[in-house]
């Protein structure tokens, strides 16, 4: 005589809805935002704006063209940094920018112990 033994069932848990799902989703991506915005204006000054405009390197030495946007009656300190290949800083230099303006055009040259790759102002800050 056989008889048979069926397997226990699995407990009927609760089942997720898509709802809660689409909620996590969309919490994550109000989350990822945030962090996206708050890394993207980490160590800039309000009202200071600096751009990079062009970069000329010579074996010797790089010229360094840019811009800084600040408050008409600010002091601003920048710094101009110039890079080798290997992205290691060879040259690095502070530059003022004199109360009075509130658009500068700047062209500054580093005198650098090799040749430059590339150049970037690193930041600007209120005196």
């Not at 407990?11 to 689409?22: C, D, I, N, S, W």
């Not at 303006?101 to 800050?125: D, F, I, W, Y």
């Amino acid at each position: 005589m056989t008889t048979s033994v069926s397997a226990p069932e699995a407990p009927a848990g609760p089942k997720r809805g898509r709802l809660g799902l689409v909620i996590i989703g969309i919490v994550c991506a109000v989350a990822a935002g945030g962090f996206g915005f708050i890394a993207a204006h980490v160590g800039q000054t309000p009202g200071i704006d600096a751009q990079l405009i062009t970069y000329d390197a010579g074996p010797s030495s790089i010229e360094v063209n840019f811009s800084v946007a600040k408050p008409k009656g600010d002091v601003v300190h920048c710094t101009l940094q110039a890079y080798d290949a290997d992205m290691t800083v060879i040259a690095k230099r502070d530059v003022t920018i004199p109360a009075g303006t509130s658009k500068a055009g700047m062209t500054e040259t580093l005198p650098t112990p090799g040749k430059a790759t590339s150049a970037q102002v690193q930041g600007c800050r209120k005196a």
